[in-house]
Each structure stands twice: as structure tokens, then as C-alpha cells.
């Protein structure tokens, strides 16, 4: 569908932007303010429009219907401001994937000069001029072309005027064919009519009068700065609460690193320091153990049988608890902490048969002779502490590293107490890392079993894998989702708030706009539910809202500026 509307080409009070800027001052608007309508309309080429076909660039209004798909849009009469001798102008706003279309044209008479006036835009997060290209219309009637005028390049950025003679009279679909080096796009509006003289043309396109709720917006002003609409659609709306949150190693892959026996260390993995990625069976330093004067043997068998005994029922500990995966009835993370106590049972056997050998040759141990032990991670994963430094003494059991999984890592939210009833409902959150998108969570893994004391809040898990947006011990901000419901939502940034009140502004057609009270609901991250004011499907600004506001606001200033006493 599009949006078919009457021209308009007095534009008075954008010509006079410019000799009343300073009036915004009594305005009681911020300093900012001022400064961005300053730069609205003495840099955006704001003119006075005139007809859309005298010097190629006159401009209507546009009313009617909001909104617009791909193609098929209906040109129908327009206002006097856009009048010419077959009456008046007539304006065209279609949206295709691609391309917006705003094109004003006077009512078509057979064999007569037909002039087309196509503002042509590519669509995107913010919208942007066709710069390049050419442009032909077709006159389709049928299956058959009748005639085709043509653009070879734009008359200026944004804008393209094909010409020719119009064909004979009756009713056309219209074919524009855009070209670009890089990029085409096709659009069709149909139902163009094509008169037997001047004055049914006329007869068919009276002149009406302006609409007072319509607000005036160029293309040269949308152009100029960050600009963007789209349709009013429902979505998915979350309810819920807002929290703090921090990132936390994940349990499972936590692994503390100990000195395995006393010594000293001799070497240090280069460079190290806390954060840098470390990668499993990498070196990270040597412990030149110390005489072994006070250790017995039997003391060191015993050691190396415990860790034996112990590392075997781990195994069989795992063995079971895989087949109890296979029927569902423990979580996979309990075999991968098991998994992790074997790897420590078998650096602890290592270790003691290690120090078995050192005993051994202790006897005769020269005091140039080493049997260094080589401390590697044991895991993929980030180096959270280091404790240890090169030349330092270090006893048996002594913390050296701290190293965390880099494949997950456990996002702790706080609720508050008061919610703390609630915490069962949550179906999902949201989060956004600095500088990244919002990324979306499953129901959380579970949430701790009594309220902190310190900041009154429960503490509820999310393990999020392969994070590489999050680091660990990082704090950011959660919305925890109790409730959902579908219902119309618009751009948090398409609602202006104009002291106090909540508007937006719905597209009319290419130049024209209306400002609209609505009444807003819930603000789910960048979009806000739209209780009243809106219906689906029409089309809103969505970015350059608050420019747009400031150019009403202008035009209320220039209104009260050229009052006169009585």
C-alpha cells in the first residue's frame, strides 16, 4: 500500500527559519535545542516551495494515508498551492524493500509536456539521498509499455525529472525503474490518469484546502540529518524488573593452582599478568623443589596410594553419573566438576610419584643438579590471579594461579528482596555489553537459597557461553522478563517528550506530517508499548523525531513573531 496525497508548495514559514532563530530564546528551551534548530535551518537549504514543476524542485504537502509497502501507489488531485492550468499537483509516497518514493507531478494531459518529480531515498537505520544513477518511468497499460521518460542522472542529490510528452488519455499503471552503479530498484504506482484536455484534468483535481495539523518537513532538512521512519507493528513486550548484575567465573571451570611441593620458583612464563588467555598444557612456571630432608618415604607412598585410591573412585563416580545423564536425572555440569577432580587427583598422583623420584636422588643430589617441577594450566581459559613471582620461596600447598573457562561464565543478578517471591516466574532477560547489542537469555539456572544481608538481594544464575563480550567480574544492568504480552511498541526513540507530554509524529507522505499524542506503556530496552494515539500499520519517524519537534516549535515561534496589535 501507499500513501497518495494533494501537493503543497507555500512554505512560507520555512523561509523565514532563518531570520528567527533568536526567537527560540523566549522560548525557555536548552541551550542544545537552540543550537541543533539553528543548524536545522540555516544549514539544511529550507526554501520556499513553489510549483512542484516550475524549476524542477516545488514541492506539496502530503496528506492521506499512512503507511506504504512495495508498489502501488494511486495519484489523485492536490491542493491549489501545487495548481497549475490542469489543476492541482498531484503527490505520490510509496516504500518498496529498498526505496522510499515521494514524486509530485501535475495532473497528466495527452500530448501535453508530462514532468515528474521523483525524490528518491535508500532505506536503512537512517535514511540516505539516491546520489547516483538514472531513472526511467514507463506508461504501463496492460502487459504493454506505451511510453517511457527518462532521467539520465539526478537533477540534484536525491531528486530526479523525467520528461516527455504524455501518451494518449486513459488510466496507467506507472513503472520507475531506478539504476545505480551499485544497486536498482523497481517501483509501481498505479491507477495514473492520463486526461483529454486540460480542463477535465482540472474538473478532476480541484484544489483543497491546506490541513492544519500538518506539519511541513523537506527532504533537503530529512536528508541533512540522521533520519529514518517505519511502520507501527505489535511485538512480544516484556514486563519485569530492572537489576544489576555482575559477571562471575562459571563453577565448573574455576581452578585454583597450588605449589605441589616447596621450593623455589626458577621460571616464570614471560609476560604473564592477570586476564591474559591461557591455553590448556601451557607453561606457565618452574619449582626447583628443596631438599627433602624432613619427608619420609612411607610418608610419599602414602600419598601416592591415597591419590590413587581416590582418582579411581572419581572414575567410577563418572561412569555412574553418565548413565545417569542418559536418563536425565543429574546435570551435565556435575559430570564436568568430576571431570575437573580427576584432572586434580591425577596432578596430585603425578606430583607425589614426582616427589617419590626426587627423594630418591635427594641422597645424592650435587648442588648444581635440578629437578625442576613444570606447573602448566589445565584448561583453556583466562588467568584470573597470579600470585606467584620468579625467585621467590614458596611452601607446599601454596596458591600460584587462579584460572577461570573461557567457554562459560556465570551472569549473577541481584534482586531485590521485594521480588524475591517472584523469582520462580522469570521466563527470560535481556542484557547489553558496552557497546554491543542486546543479547537475549534462556529462564535462569537457578538462583541462590537465601537473601544477602549486605544489599538485601537474592541472587539469581545465567551461564552464558562462549561470552566474548563479557569479562569476568564485570558489572552491567539485567531486565530480568516476569510478564509478556504482544502488543503495539514503537522505537523508545520515536516518542518525544514535549513537557510533560508523549508525542510522536505519523508520516503523511513524503513532506508532511502530524504530530500525535500517545500513550505509552511499558518500556521493554529500546521499545516502548503504545497504549493509545497509534494504529498498526501507520508509519512513524523514528529517528529524527526530535528535530522535527524543534521545527514545529519554530513555526509556532514565527507564527507568534509576525503577530500585530490591534
Same mark, same amino acid.
Given at each position: ?61 502530503? !496528506? ?35 526505496v ?9 494531459v ?5 514532468s ?17 544513477g ?20 539526478? &537533477? ?11 501518451p ?7 513503472r ?17 490518469v ?43 513486550i !516484556? ?30 612464563k ?22 627433602l ?7 610419599i607412598?602414602?600419598?601416592?596410594h ?11 563416580? &563418572? ?20 571431570r ?12 607425589a ?7 630418591r ?22 588467568? #584470573? ?45 535481556t542484557?547489553?555489553?558496552?557497546g ?12 541462590s ?8 538481594? #537474592? ?36 516518542v518525544?517528550?514535549?513537557?510533560g ?52 516549535? &519554530?513555526?509556532?515561534?514565527n507564527?507568534?513573531g ?5
Amino acid at each position: 500500500m501507499a500513501i497518495h496525497t494533494h501537493a503543497k508548495a507555500a512554505r512560507a514559514y520555512v523561509r523565514n527559519e532563518r531570520s528567527h532563530m533568536g526567537y527560540k530564546a523566549s522560548l525557555r528551551r536548552a541551550a542544545l535545542a537552540l543550537f541543533v534548530l539553528s543548524v536545522c535551518s540555516a544549514l539544511l537549504g529550507c526554501k520556499q516551495r513553489t510549483n512542484p514543476l516550475s524549476h524542477g524542485h516545488g514541492h506539496g504537502h502530503s !496528506h492521506g494515508g499512512h503507511g506504504g509497502d512495495d508498489h502501488g501507489g494511486h495519484g489523485h488531485g492536490g491542493h491549489d498551492h501545487g495548481s497549475s492550468s490542469s489543476g492541482a499537483a498531484i503527490s505520490v509516497t510509496l516504500y518498496t524493500s529498498k526505496v522510499e518514493l515521494f514524486m509530485e507531478y501535475a495532473p497528466l494531459v495527452a500530448g501535453k509536456k508530462a514532468s515528474f518529480l521523483a525524490h528518491l531515498t535508500w532505506l536503512g537505520t537512517v535514511f540516505q539521498p539516491v546520489r547516483t544513477g538514472s531513472l526511467a518511468l514507463d506508461f504501463v497499460r496492460g502487459s504493454q509499455t506505451v511510453t517511457t521518460l527518462h532521467a539520465a542522472k539526478p &537533477l540534484r542529490v536525491g531528486i530526479f525529472r523525467p520528461e516527455g510528452k504524455a501518451p494518449s488519455p486513459g488510466a496507467y499503471t506507472l513503472r520507475l525503474r531506478l539504476r545505480t552503479p551499485t544497486r536498482a530498484a523497481v517501483m509501481i504506482v498505479s491507477n495514473a490518469v492520463v486526461y483529454a484536455s486540460s480542463a477535465s484534468a482540472k474538473r478532476a483535481n480541484p484544489s483543497q484546502p491546506d490541513d492544519p495539523k500538518e506539519i511541513p518537513f523537506l527532504k533537503e532538512q530529512q536528508w541533512n540529518i540522521p533520519f529514518a521512519t517505519q511502520k507501527v507493528t505489535s511485538r512480544v513486550i !516484556h514486563d519485569g524488573v530492572r537489576v544489576t548484575g555482575e559477571v562471575r567465573p562459571w563453577p565448573a571451570g574455576y581452578v585454583q593452582l597450588n605449589a605441589p611441593v616447596t621450593g623455589r620458583i626458577t621460571w616464570l612464563k614471560q609476560d604473564l599478568s592477570e586476564g591474559q588467555e591461557v591455553k590448556r598444557g601451557q607453561r606457565l612456571c618452574k619449582i626447583d623443589p628443596m631438599l627433602l630432608s624432613n619427608t619420609s618415604l612411607p610418608q610419599i607412598e602414602h600419598r601416592i596410594h591415597t591419590a590413587r585410591s581416590t582418582l579411581q573412585m572419581k572414575r567410577l563416580q &563418572l561412569k555412574r553419573l553418565k548413565k545417569m545423564l542418559r536418563a536425565r536425572a543429574v546435570a551435565s555440569w556435575q559430570i564436568a566438576q568430576v571431570r575437573h577432580q580427576i584432572e586434580l587427583q591425577q596432578a596430585q598422583l603425578k606430583a607425589a610419584l614426582s616427589l617419590k623420584r626426587l627423594f630418591r636422588r635427594s641422597r645424592n643430589q650435587s648442588s648444581g643438579h635440578s629437578n625442576a617441577i613444570v606447573i602448566r594450566s589445565p584448561e583453556d581459559g583466562v588467568l #584470573l590471579k597470579q600470585f606467584a613471582s620468579k625467585g621467590t620461596s614458596i611452601s607446599q600447598g601454596q596458591p600460584l594461579f587462579t584460572i577461570a573457562s573461557n567457554k562459560k561464565v556465570r551472569l549473577t543478578a541481584y534482586l531485590p528482596e521485594w521480588y524475591a517471591m517472584k523469582v520462580g516466574a522469570i521466563r527470560s532477560a535481556t542484557y547489553t555489553p558496552l557497546g554491543g547489542h542486546i543479547q537475549r537469555l534462556p529462564k535462569p539456572t537457578g538462583w541462590s537459597a537465601s537473601i544477602a544481608s549486605p544489599g538485601r538481594t #537474592l541472587s539469581v544464575f545465567f551461564d552464558v557461553p562462549r561470552p566474548k563480550a563479557l569479562k569476568h567480574f564485570q558489572q552491567l544492568t539485567l531486565h530480568l522478563h516476569l510478564t509478556q504480552r504482544r502488543a503495539l511498541a514503537v522505537p523508545a526513540q520515536a516518542v518525544v517528550d514535549e513537557q510533560g507530554v508523549k508525542v510522536v509524529f505519523v508520516l503523511l507522505g513524503g513532506e508532511g506530517f502530524e504530530r500525535r499524542v500517545v500513550q505509552t506503556g511499558i518500556h521493554d530496552q529500546h521499545w516502548l508499548e503504545i497504549r493509545s494515539g497509534l494504529q498498526f500499520g501507520e508509519r512513524i519517524v523514528t529517528t529524527g523525531a526530535y528535530e522535527l519537534s524543534l521545527s514545529q516549535v &519554530l513555526k509556532q515561534a514565527n507564527a507568534v513573531g509576525h503577530g500585530h496589535a490591534h
